[in-house]
């Protein structure tokens, strides 16, 4: 089975620690949530790997933030493993930073 | 007045009367020291005393010094003088120098001078200047006479320099000695005198008698006689005065008219290194020194090539061609200056929030400041149109709306309302931010897969 390392970007902590990590699935319902990291950093990329992926197949996944008072979603993202494919390679390269503030 | 009159402890001038005191002389003692303690509104003096044969008021009366006058660099506003007299009179802020002595003035500036001065005797002269009607010995130093008028009339005959009309912009008349450094007057001088050989007028001084030397100076004022007239000097007599370093732009009228000298006689010796600006002065003659164009003239390697010192004595505004109208000015009496202190470059200030932006100014940048946001190198807003511009440090509380659009990119620009030639805008970018939220943000990063 495939594998993708999901990656986030922390742009404000509205100052106070924050956690974050991520929601994805086969629409943008998702379903499942990667494991919270915590005291993730402003400007700091955090990853998740994710297991067991079916290639070939099209996964939405998005970063999520969190601290005491509030939540953040970042924007929708997509994948696809290509199927057979044994390096790691870059799944979405299409909406770099598209920072989403969450009210 | 306070103070003791010697050089550790100077009378101290506050006030107009206290000048007209110090011209008084008692009971200040003779050859004292005194200095202005600040600036001196002296318009009163056109309100003193009445002459009701004549029907004007005669204003300040001036008196001889033989000590020292030190202005402080304090601005003296709206001196008045209208005179007439059947013998000699000197007149001036100081009327006469003529006795041993420290004999110096120095720092002194005027604006607004109303000098009239007439002869109406058999033996009548009068003599007129700026500062000093009339020196044997003695300095001049470092002595402005920015604006207003001198006339000086007689009308009786007599001979140049002992019975005649005489007037110079910062000094009469040169007898048999005495120094003129780094002073320049921008006045309207005048002299007429019913024999018409007998007037001189010099946009610096109407006549060098004996002796008498000039270096560094400038006039900027039109000047007008009958007889011997010069944008700087109107009569060089005999062979012991020199004019070195000396330029003048000013209108120049006359029966013997030159540009920057009106004639030398009996050996009257050349000035040297000495210009005039044949375009501005409508004059193409002069008895000594160089014509120059107007754009020579506001040209600095024009002066350097004959040796002027423009590293502690000169200078020139060849950034605007504005200060002195472009042409050169003293390092002690520099162009105004504005200088941004914040936001200078770096600063974070959040919208919906008020801050300080503070500035400072040198000179006489006038009394209001124009304060204008830049975005990008872009003008952004007017901030405000006219706020005053403060004393040493300028103050403008500025509240920066809920709405203005957050970027890295802002600069402001302070520009004097009056001089709009002086401003001065952020050395860098500063910051406008969203106010800060407790609301976190994230992105989403593209990610990495592997089958």
């Not at chain 1, 005491?68 to 970042?74: E, M, N, V």
């Not at chain 2, 700026?130 to 003695?138: A, F």
Request: some cysteine.
């Amino acid at each position: 089975m495939a594998q993708a390392t999901l990656n986030g970007h922390l742009v404000d902590d509205g100052g106070q620690p924050c956690t974050g990590w991520f929601e994805w699935g086969t629409s943008t319902r998702y379903g499942n949530e990667t494991p919270p990291q915590g005291n993730i950093a402003i400007g700091i990329t955090f990853s998740t790997t994710i297991y067991n992926l079916a290639e070939g197949v099209l996964y939405h996944y998005r970063a999520v933030a969190r601290n005491s008072t509030d939540i953040s979603y970042g924007n929708d993202q997509v994948f696809t493993i290509p199927v057979g494919s044994t390096i790691p390679i870059m799944l979405d390269d299409a909406a770099l930073y598209q920072f989403l503030e969450v009210s | 007045m306070t103070g003791a009159g010697t050089a550790l402890d100077p009378y101290v001038i506050w006030d107009v009367n206290d000048l007209q005191d110090m011209a008084n002389g008692a009971p200040y003692a003779a050859g004292a020291y005194y200095e202005l303690g600040c600036d001196i509104d002296a318009t009163p003096t056109a309100g003193w005393n009445w002459d009701a044969i004549r029907g004007v008021f005669e204003g300040f009366l001036p008196r001889s010094l033989s000590g020292q006058l030190d202005g402080n660099r304090h601005n003296i506003d709206g001196l008045y003088i209208n005179r007439e007299s059947a013998g000699g009179q000197y007149l001036g802020l100081i009327s006469s120098i003529t006795v041993f002595g420290v004999n110096r003035v120095q720092n002194v500036r005027l604006t607004n001078i109303n000098y009239y001065g007439r002869g109406n005797g058999e033996q009548s002269f009068v003599q007129i200047g700026g500062v000093v009607g009339y020196i044997d010995r003695g300095t001049i130093y470092r002595c402005y006479v920015r604006s207003g008028s001198i006339v000086a009339r007689n009308d009786r005959w007599g001979f140049p320099g002992t019975t005649a009309a005489n007037a110079g912009g910062i000094l009469g008349g040169f007898g048999d000695g005495g120094r003129m450094e780094q002073c320049y007057s921008n006045v309207s001088v005048e002299a007429t005198h019913s024999a018409t050989s007998h007037s001189q007028a010099g946009g610096l001084v109407a006549i060098i008698w004996q002796r008498g030397d000039i270096l560094n100076c400038f006039a900027r004022g039109p000047v007008m006689s009958w007889s011997r007239t010069g944008g700087a000097v109107g009569l060089i007599w005999d062979v012991q005065g020199t004019v070195t370093n000396v330029y003048s732009t000013g209108t120049v009228l006359g029966g013997i008219a030159g540009g920057l000298i009106g004639a030398r006689e009996l050996g009257g010796v050349a000035p040297v290194n000495s210009f005039w600006d044949m375009e501005s002065s409508g004059i193409a003659i002069s008895d000594g020194g160089t014509g120059l164009t107007t754009l020579q003239a506001k040209t600095q390697a024009t002066y350097t090539a004959a040796g002027w010192n423009f590293v502690t004595v000169w200078t020139l505004d060849w950034e605007y061609v504005y200060w002195n109208d472009g042409y050169p000015f003293f390092l002690d009496d520099p162009m105004p200056t504005i200088t941004v202190i914040s936001p200078n470059g770096g600063e974070v200030w959040l919208v919906d929030s008020t801050y300080n932006i503070l500035w400072t100014h040198t000179g006489d940048a006038g009394t209001h400041v124009q304060i204008d946001l830049f975005l990008a190198g872009i003008l952004d807003e007017l901030i405000v149109a006219s706020t005053i511009i403060g004393a040493a440090v300028g103050n403008y509380s500025w509240h920066i709306d809920p709405g203005k659009m957050p970027s890295q990119q802002y600069r402001v620009r302070i520009t004097s309302t009056s001089l709009p030639h002086y401003s001065d805008m952020s050395d860098n970018d500063f910051t406008i931010a969203g106010k800060p939220s407790s609301i976190p943000v994230v992105a989403t990063l593209p990610a990495t897969g592997v089958g």
